[in-house]
């Protein structure tokens, strides 16, 4: 009985969850997939053929075969939205790169610091990952704006005399990314130094390394696991991010996020959007199968 | 030899500046008596008052916070048998895929999974409202949850539940009594952390929702859209208050649980 109760209660504890997250997660995906090689319709929904499971095989087989894949084709003779998808690879990328190079002089920091101040150090990192994204990118607008905080410093500094124009360029989106992103980025590089064995950098200064040399030489390698998992978990979602770009980017700024979301809201085509979502998730699957690898690697380490 | 050097602290300081000063500068704007954001003109709490005439917001704040606590909780039982799935049996069939399905949403750009699951929605001819919101919203909180909960697992010592079982405990009680208890602060900060995210969701929420169901972030956005106001900082300020306060219960009641299971281990190891 009591085996029969626990064979249960473990099949439990994996089927629930996996068939939330196959129904709610991954079925999704092929919705996307299916739709986004459907024609555009002013109905509602507003694609043709409509799936409808009551028609049996035969319909279904009639839907498949008016399967199109015009609007793929539509977006590779629209220059537009090569240029959204290879500026938002760019822009995610130099902001992964500026946020890896502010974060990971916090994480050393904070792993150097006394024991004692360490977990009130990653409390106050954690923290802002708490306030509203959203919340955390519309103070940057008071900051970054012509007449706004920043210049006024500036300007009474003495060191500008023009204010500068940040707000609505990609200077503004790179802030705003490195600014959501850096708990993400400091969190995974703080972890794999705190891990560290500092003997070894010791050992490489005993046997005559300068200290910036033990440091490229020893640390840095060491803490690769950390970089590697930051970076993904700030490119990632910066590639698609939509929030940042709308509030900060200017008129000419082109990611892929903010042009899904105005073909869907604006522009009402959702089997374009689900193309435009299709592709995007495609450039994406690579970095985020090798983020899954590495995390449960590390997770198997862990054990 | 000095490790916690001047270089350490300064980048430390700066780091944290630059992390904590948007948001002190937001605060403190609120209070502005002006309509500027930026040019400080007196003392005020004018726009907190005008806040509570806003219907609109109210309404919004309120479905935000029921959506919240339902789909928190959901997610905290959904995340937490993830957990234990992916660190109990790490050979089950399609373990890679669920995996996977664990870890994608952490990083998936949100504009994904808002469309993909509005389509679901449409295909299965579920009407958009709250609950399409919170179906949403526990699917991607869940796997937060499933991810804190997971590090606390593993490293948990299992022979304590073996000795249960051996004792003649069900799994469940196991479960229940055993199990649940240590692990018990890592569950509740998943839930904080499933709380906040829903609270805070912009993206997924405008795909999901439907005619009725406008969240706090939906109707700030909408707001911001039309021009940054003290209004807007002043309900930010409020929603910072409370998840700062909540982080700030979790925390200590997860300090003292954490002293408190020492004390009983270091009790038990004494007998």
Same mark, same amino acid.
């Given at each position: ?23 709610? @997660? !991954? #079925?999704?995906?092929?919705?996307? $997939?299916? =739709?986004?090689?459907? /024609? ?92 509203? @994204? !959203? #919340?955390?990118?519309?103070?940057? $607008?008071? =900051?970054?704006?012509? /007449? ?156 | ?271």
């Amino acid at each position: 009985m009591a085996k029969l109760g626990s064979a249960l209660f473990n099949r439990l504890v994996i089927i629930i969850p996996y068939a939330w997250l196959l129904f709610f @997660f !991954l #079925i999704p995906f092929f919705i996307v $997939i299916r =739709i986004s090689l459907s /024609e555009t319709a002013v109905a509602m929904p507003p694609y043709l053929p409509v799936f409808d499971l009551a028609s049996g095989i035969g319909g279904i087989i009639d839907n498949i075969k008016q399967f199109s894949i015009d609007n793929y084709i539509w977006l590779t003779e629209d220059a537009l939205y090569a240029k959204a998808y290879i500026s938002s690879l760019w822009i995610a990328l130099v902001s992964t790169f500026l946020t890896l190079l502010i974060a990971y002089p916090v994480a050393y920091g904070m792993a150097q610091a006394p024991n004692t101040i360490r977990p009130t150090l990653l409390m106050l990192v954690i923290l802002p990952f708490w306030t509203s @994204f !959203l #919340i955390r990118v519309y103070a940057w $607008i008071a =900051i970054l704006k012509p /007449e706004g905080l920043l210049n006024q410093l500036l300007l009474t500094l003495g060191v500008i005399d023009q204010p500068l124009i940040i707000l609505n360029t990609n200077w503004a989106i790179y802030i705003g990314i490195v600014y959501s992103y850096l708990p993400f980025m400091v969190l995974p590089i703080y972890s794999s130094l705190e891990k560290m064995d500092h003997s070894l950098t010791e050992a490489a200064q005993d046997l005559g390394c300068t200290p910036i040399r033990a440091f490229w030489r020893v640390t840095f390698p060491l803490s690769m696991p950390g970089v590697v998992a930051g970076c993904m978990l700030v490119f990632i979602p910066a590639v698609g991010e939509f929030v940042i770009p709308d509030l900060l980017g200017g008129s000419e700024t082109l990611m892929i996020g903010k042009t899904l979301w105005n073909e869907f809201n604006a522009n009402r085509d959702w089997p374009v959007s689900a193309a435009v979502a299709t592709i995007l998730l495609l450039i994406l699957v690579v970095p985020i199968m090798f983020f899954q690898h590495a995390q449960s690697k590390a997770d198997s380490e862990g054990r | 030899m000095q490790r916690w050097s001047r270089f350490n602290i300064a980048s430390i300081v700066i780091g944290f500046a630059f992390l904590y000063l948007p948001i002190v500068l937001l605060v403190i704007f609120s209070f502005n008596e002006s309509k500027l954001v930026t040019v400080w003109a007196g003392f005020s709490t004018k726009w907190y008052v005008q806040l509570l005439h806003n219907q609109a917001l109210l309404d919004a704040a309120w479905v935000t916070v029921r959506v919240g606590l339902i789909s928190a909780t959901v997610a905290t039982v959904l995340g937490t048998m993830a957990a234990l799935a992916m660190t109990r049996y790490t050979r089950f069939r399609g373990r890679m895929l669920f995996s996977g399905m664990i870890y994608a949403p952490l990083v998936m750009p949100e504009v994904i999974t808002g469309l993909s699951m509005l389509l679901l929605f449409v295909a299965i001819g579920f009407d958009r409202g709250f609950w399409t919101l919170t179906l949403a919203h526990i699917t991607f909180t869940m796997c937060f949850v499933a991810v804190v909960v997971q590090s606390r697992l593993l490293s948990f010592d299992r022979s304590i539940e073996e000795a249960a079982m051996d004792l003649g405990a069900t799994p469940v009680a196991t479960f229940l009594q055993v199990t649940l208890p240590v692990i018990a602060p890592a569950v509740f900060s998943g839930w904080v952390l499933a709380f906040t995210l829903s609270l805070d969701d912009l993206v997924i929420s405008s795909f999901t929702s439907g005619p009725g169901a406008t969240t706090l972030p939906m109707r700030i956005y909408s707001q911001v859209r039309l021009g940054v106001t003290p209004e807007i900082n002043a309900v930010c300020t409020i929603l910072i208050g409370i998840v700062a306060m909540g982080v700030l219960i979790a925390s200590v009641v997860s300090r003292r649980r954490e002293i408190q299971r020492v004390k009983d281990e270091q009790a038990a190891f004494a007998h």
